[in-house]
């Protein structure tokens, strides 16, 4: 890999733009940019919007659990897996915005918020999370740098698919075809890496009583989960609500943060270029309206939340013209496709990742 980019799900329009030093400078591109959004107002925060988010958030979970409890022990509990699925990421959303600092101005109140969010009402890490995305924040699609593309289950370059083999391999081959059953999974994946994390014993001394406390409101979720499965339902319906709740959550968030950056340009692991690239050129945005916005959580506008992390959800889409403008006047390619041609896209990319593995003939 000799190239800086190397060019995946991107016309060569989309490498426009030299690269730059990453230091951003009083005169750089960026700071230009950061200025016009911040004298639109729109870093400012909007405790109004996310009250309102919040409460009525909490009162659907609530409203799905209280259904829970008054239905009892019957099959029409799969319907309510369902809805709770729903809730669950919606809840996620929420963690994900109070991570960022979206949420209020004081770094406490947006920690608060989001274990309460993430540790006590959906059973994920906020930690862990925190610290993963974080870093995928800082380098999106570079190589070696964003855990997003580490080699795992799916192969994300084709380096990482050369090297597998048996049925490895077997899976990088059919990784197109299984991306949407494989998220069937991802719930359960999340929940599984939070825990690990709740076991490693890095960190300093304020940082291990904070996990600690972390730990005890990741217990009291899983245990108040499965105690309400199967104290109310009998083992086989628990199992399938189980099941069914956990599939759809990881098939929700995996299809809400799957068209964000996948397929588009990748990084070599030596690559050097400048903030408004890295984040503009590695990400895709998807069109559509005020229930996309609140379908993907505001993750549609990925680019913007890219280039401002800590902007309000509801202040995206107002920044969205500016960042375009901004764009196409310094020659950067904007990437903005519909959600079903980003699926395609997805699987376009996945599927010739996987390419060096298949016979000869068809690559």
Known sequence: ????????????????????????????????????????????????????????????????WTAFALIGESWWQLLTAAFL???????????????????????RVNNLLGRVHADLLIGLSYGWWISKHNRHHSHPNHIDRDPDIADGAIAFTEDQARVRSGA???????????FFPMLLLEGLALHVAGVQAMFERSGTRTSRVTKLAEAGLLTTHIVGYLAA??????????????????????????????????????FAKDAKVDFLRRQVLT??????????????????????HHLFPSMPRPSLRHAQEVVRTFCARHGIAYHETGLFDSYAQVLRYLHTVGGPLRPELEY
């Not at 086989?236 to 588009?264: D, E, I, R, T, W």
């Open 1 to 64: 890999m000799t190239t800086d980019i190397i060019n995946r799900g991107i016309e060569p329009a989309d490498q426009a733009g030299p690269a730059t030093s990453p230091a951003e400078g009083r005169g750089s591109e960026y700071a230009a940019l950061s200025r016009e959004v911040k004298q639109r107002g729109l870093l400012k925060r909007r405790p109004g919007y996310y009250s309102v988010k919040v409460a009525a958030n909490l009162l659907l979970l609530a409203a799905g």
């Open 85 to 107: 699925a729903v809730m669950f990421t919606q809840t996620g959303f929420i963690g994900h915005d109070a991570g960022h600092h979206q949420i209020a101005s004081s770094k």
């Open 168 to 178: 490895y391999a077997w899976l990088a081959r059919q990784q197109a075809w299984l």
């Open 229 to 266: 499965l199967f104290v109310v339902l009998t083992p086989l319906q628990a199992v399938a609500f189980l099941a069914v709740h956990q599939g759809l959550f990881g098939l929700y968030m995996g299809c809400s943060f799957a068209p964000n950056h996948k397929g588009m340009a990748l």
């Open 283 to 304: 990400s895709r945005n998807i069109r559509g309206n005020r229930f996309t916005d609140f379908a993907l959580g505001g993750l549609n506008y990925q680019i913007e």
